[in-house]
């Protein structure tokens, strides 16, 4: 949406406006906007396969092989599984003081398409594991950093991946700008459809594109997978095993009756009308799931319901930790580290999956997340993508985080940190280069500790 979409705000709105914009540049002071593209690994305590390691405490152990093999992949996959050293090493980094709900981990790969309980396709953040009220500054960071690393994973020139960290950032600022010429309801129901993404392609074939992924993504639901990811066993659905990436644990006796009991726990953080829609579901069977690049090694699992024998529900619950960012910004408000999540998810997304909710296991006092486990889901693919659609896609990801960041925060205090000029894209146009170079350094360091057999790696 552009700002003509909206009624002209009223006077009083522009004032308030205006003096949380020179409220916000006043922050320059403290923390230059320059300064932001300065960062240098620390001389002391950085040993980052040991960070690596300590990140591990609690993980499922025989897992952990495959989370190795899959940071191997290259620097990018590096990144996308070290949350939890970016944020060891943002730390040191400037700040301008003002907080919004973070995600903690917005890299390139944890945006996409994905269904609204209206059954529409937008396009947001979607992955929430990290989510914790924190400096705006992180996320993008984060999302500057992945554009480089995946720039120049596709070995586009090095001008070419200064200029897209750009182009991002510059999209931040003007959605920033729009953002906060909003009223906070418009701001609320401010969503990126899938059309809009189609529409704003800028050849035929990209339009073209888009609207085939737009439709790969409508086909993504519960009914297609049962018939991908299940088989029939002695009369009854069951999740078919491909270990060691899916598959059945041991059952001890009484397995059915916690999975049930856990469920239980999980409806009541449901609403009232999907507490009633769930129990029309019963659970037919449960498998483990290995997922993601950061999350190997952590629990997750895949429940399908199904109701009246024939019509499918799946839903994923995955274990819930204390956020990478919490040792520098303070221990969550919430007892339960899944509602952490459900609550940082709903408050981020401009509509968010109607099966959210958390649980705690009894027996083990681990705290999950559920949603379902495909709902119209779609993401790029980094290893093919060309320099035109990373630009664009670059800019619907920095898009969507301004939206984020101004649901939960003051838009137009970050505006004014922000400015009018380049000042702060040239500056994270620094940082990401740093960054980009640490991250190839750290990236070899793992293969380092993998051939050393300091580290296994499943490749």
Sequence with gaps: MKPSDYATPPAAH?????????AGRLLRQRAPRSAHGRWRAAAKGRDVVALLEESNTGRIAELLPIRYGRMLASPFAFLRGAAGVMAF???ATPVSGLRVQAGGDCHLMNFGEFGTPERN??????????TLAGPWEWDIKRLAASVMVAARSRHFPERNCQELVHATVAAYR???????????????YARINAQDLVELGRTSDIRRERASQAAQARAQTNERLLHKSTVVVAGRRRIQDNPPLVYHPTRAPGFDNEMRAF???????????????????ELVDVAMKVVGVGSVGTRCAVALFMADGCDPLFLQFKEARASVLEPYHGKSPYEQAGQRIVEGQRLMQSSSDIFLGWARDADSGID????????????????????????????????????AHAKSGHPASILGYLGQNDGFERALGNFARAYADQTEADHAALKRAVASGRLAAAI
């Design 14 to 22: 522009n004032a308030a406006n205006a003096a949380r914009i020179a």
């Design 89 to 91: 090493d943002l730390a």
């Design 121 to 130: 396709l937008i396009f947001d953040i979607n992955d929430f594991d990290e």
């Design 174 to 188: 003007d959605k920033m700008a729009e953002f906060a010429h909003m009223s906070p309801l418009q701001r609320w």
């Design 263 to 281: 469920f239980q726990h999980y409806r009541h953080s449901l609403q009232n009308d999907r507490r009633l829609l769930l129990d029309q579901y």
């Design 368 to 403: 999950y997340y559920i949603r379902q486990l495909r709902d119209m889901k779609s993401s790029i693919d980094i290893a093919s993508i060309e320099l035109p659609e990373l630009i664009d896609y670059a800019g619907f990801c920095a898009w969507a985080l301004a939206r």
